[in-house]
């Protein structure tokens, strides 16, 4: 198992959550009964930081709480390729990779990306809920002039995504707008690199603008990418009440027009509310069971819980063409 999106850091930094980590939907405990080999963590900076500002100061601040949870428990180890990274992992532990959700901060000065992603950093999102100097948000306010062109990725967001790329990480495309992940996509073809939306589901099944059209879907598996299935309740239905048959349904469809290489996990525990069924991080067996119901073979699990978030989180730029 191997997880795109865990806001655990948010929880402990901003939130007042303990290190120890007794509570909430990913601890110690149910991550090693979900049979976590791997998670990411995001540095997540709220968009109201600062009033409004956040500094890329709060970025280190939020990596120096990341840095603590890995020292502090022993189920939790640098993964490969991290910095911190010691060697074969034992089994049991969990491989930690860190992410950055919502890098406005970066717009003070995007050459500080850089000693990020040279300290781990493997998947950078330029926005979160509200625009921002680098892009506009799925959930942003849309311009005031209804005719103009909708805006998506801005000048500076544009040579921000190519310095991440030419760094070595990837773009996260979760909370970017259609037009801002339009923007992307030469780019990401001129680095080759994959797109990837760690936390989103399809828009098909849940009108959420979070959500990602057929079209992007295909955009992402066309580019190598993958998509990660969330398991907060809006994003996977907009019903009442919304079960495990509906995350089955998210990942059947998300799987018939991606394909099962571009599919992945991205639960967004300790973020939002999850389906009862998947209430924390132990309860993965459940869908396992329920896909493998519905036909999955063990080769499509094992792709979809792990090797599919394995394969872009390894990714490097190719070598600088002349
Ligand atoms: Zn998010």
Redesign the pocket.
């Known amino acids: 198992m191997v997880d795109l ?1 865990v806001d655990t850091p948010w929880k402990v930094h901003f939130k007042g959550r303990s290190l120890d980590l007794v509570e909430g939907h990913a601890t110690p405990k149910t991550l090693g009964a979900g049979g976590y080999r791997g998670i990411v963590y995001p540095i997540y900076l709220a968009d109201y930081l600062n009033d409004g500002h956040p500094r890329i100061a709060d970025a280190d601040a939020v990596l120096a709480t990341i840095r603590k949870l890995v020292a502090r428990h022993d189920i939790l180890a640098w993964a490969p390729g991290q910095p911190g990274y010691t060697g074969p992992l034992s089994p049991g532990t969990i491989g930690v990779f860190v992410a950055i ?1 919502g890098a406005g901060a970066f717009a003070d000065d995007i050459t500080q990306i850089d000693r990020f992603i040279a300290a781990g950093v493997r998947l950078v999102g330029p926005v ?1 809920a509200a625009n921002n100097a680098l892009a506009t948000s799925a959930t942003g306010k849309p311009s005031p002039n209804r005719h103009a062109k909708p805006a998506g990725l801005t000048p500076l967001g544009r040579t921000f995504c190519e310095r991440v790329y030419a760094a070595g990480a990837l773009i996260d495309v ?2 970017m707008s259609t037009a801002a992940f339009a923007d992307l996509e030469p780019i990401a073809q001129k680095y080759r690199a994959p797109i990837v939306a760690t ?1 989103s589901n399809a828009h098909a099944l849940a009108k959420h603008p979070r959500n990602l059209s057929d079209r992007q879907l295909r955009v992402i598996a066309a580019t190598g990418g993958v998509a990660g299935l969330n398991v907060y309740r809006p994003f996977v239905s907009r019903g009442k009440k919304v079960s495990l048959r509906d995350v089955v349904a998210q990942v059947r469809h998300m799987v018939k027009v991606a394909g099962v290489e571009h599919v992945a996990i991205g639960s ?1 525990y300790d ?1 939002g509310t999850p389906v009862r069924a998947l209430r924390d991080a132990s309860r993965w067996p459940r869908l396992v069971a329920a896909l493998r119901d519905k036909g999955f073979s063990d080769a499509d699990l094992r792709k979809i819980f792990a090797e599919n978030a394995l394969r872009v989180l390894a990714w490097k730029p190719a070598a600088s063409r002349p």
Do not use: I, L, Q, V
């Open positions: 999106h959700e979160h979760s909370h936390h967004d973020g």
